[in-house]
């Protein structure tokens, strides 16, 4: 027969049972959390600005009462601060202001069209096949050096206009 | 503070505490503790806070600062749940004699959990707490062999559970992250309310 355990001992006896079952507290790495925060429907970054704004009311009460902001709380606002939010200093505006021309010229990068023309480059394997006659490879190489002037003049209206 | 940054953090407080909910049949992030309305977010929130205002100090002597951090979630959420058994307790005894009428009593009332829809599973009772997992994990044979081992052998050190099971400590620590995810993507409370319904969704996928 089971004996009848008080509050404190059934909170163990459940710790134990959570703890073996799924795992200590520190078994649960930030990749694992991410995908367990996924798994739940939760978004990591409306996670993130909801910390801030409640350690942000927190912090108001320090500002107000004229007493110093704890240093792992000015740590925490900092940390979660949202990129979108007001620059407060110079400095801060300098790292938005490059930040953002960063991501602009890796965007730009990703599209290679707009970066350069390249002319595109015709293969000549028809040279080595032993069926084609001399007569027919003049011909062929006519062919190729037409399309390639042809092409040539296309590109050069292109990069004009 | 050297490894974890605030981000991280509050990420791993919140899938912990995500975890504890379901556990206990309380799935979803907005899901609060009948008749507290304390939520996963509140508790992370709350302890985090206290961790910035130096009321809860980190020694690293005595083990992470998660550890430390999930110990007080933890901690709050057990209170939370006997706070909620205890309201319900309370309430029929909360009547108001100060000459309201009926209608505004019952709507102070409100705030109150009915014992009627109130969730049963929000208690600490360890044997409706094992029948609960090992039905809710039944249909997966490795993982309800490791529920088995923990809560029908009494086995919770990870070497012991895989000595029992026939299996490595790896293999062990996997299946546990199996059951971490399939508990918080599901939870254990949807299988008490309507277990047909669950299987089959949890089969179309």
């Known amino acids: ?161 | 503070m050297q490894q974890d940054t605030f981000r991280s953090l509050n990420r791993r407080l919140t899938a912990f505490a995500l975890r504890l909910f379901a556990e206990h049949g309380l799935a979803g992030l907005g899901t609060v503790i009948p008749g507290t309305g304390v939520s996963a977010e509140d508790l992370v929130g709350k302890i985090l806070v206290e961790y910035c205002e130096g009321k809860t100090v980190h020694h690293p002597s005595r083990g992470t600062l998660v550890t430390l951090l999930c110990t007080g979630i933890r901690n709050d959420f057990y209170d939370a749940l006997s706070k909620a058994s205890h309201d319900r307790e309370m309430v029929p005894d909360e009547r108001d004699n100060s000459g309201e009428d009926d209608h505004s009593t019952a709507k102070s009332l409100t705030g109150y959990p009915d014992p009627k829809v109130m969730d049963p599973v929000v208690e600490l009772d360890e044997e409706r707490y094992r029948e609960r997992v090992l039905k809710y994990f039944a249909d997966d044979p490795e993982l309800r062999d490791v529920c088995e081992a923990v809560l029908c052998l009494d086995l919770y050190k990870p070497a012991d559970i895989a000595n029992c099971l026939g299996i490595s400590v790896n293999e062990f620590h996997n299946r546990k992250k199996r059951l971490r995810l399939r508990l918080i993507k599901y939870g254990i409370v949807r299988l008490d309310k309507n277990a047909q319904e669950v299987k089959s969704t949890r089969n179309k996928k």
């Not at chain 1, 912090?59 to 007001?86: D, F, H, I, M, T």
């Open chain 1, 1 to 161: 027969m089971h004996k009848k355990l008080n509050p404190r001992e059934t909170r163990n006896k459940f710790t134990r049972f959570s703890e073996a079952l799924f795992g200590e507290p520190c078994e649960i790495d930030e990749a694992e959390a991410i995908e367990l925060l996924a798994a739940a429907g939760v978004d990591s970054s409306e996670l993130d600005a909801s910390l801030y704004s409640r350690l942000a009311s927190v912090a108001q009460g320090y500002w107000v009462n004229q007493k110093s902001v704890p240093p792992l709380l000015k740590q925490a606002l900092s940390e979660l601060r949202p990129a979108s939010a007001p620059a407060r200093n110079d400095k801060e505006l300098a790292t938005q202001a490059k930040s953002f021309v960063e991501s602009l010229v890796e965007t730009v990068k990703m599209i290679p069209a707009l970066s350069r023309y390249q002319a595109p480059t015709f293969s000549t394997s028809y040279r080595n096949k032993g069926q084609i006659t001399e007569a027919d490879k003049c011909l062929i190489d006519k062919a190729k050096s037409e399309l390639e002037e042809k092409l040539r003049k296309m590109g050069a209206k292109e990069n004009e206009s």
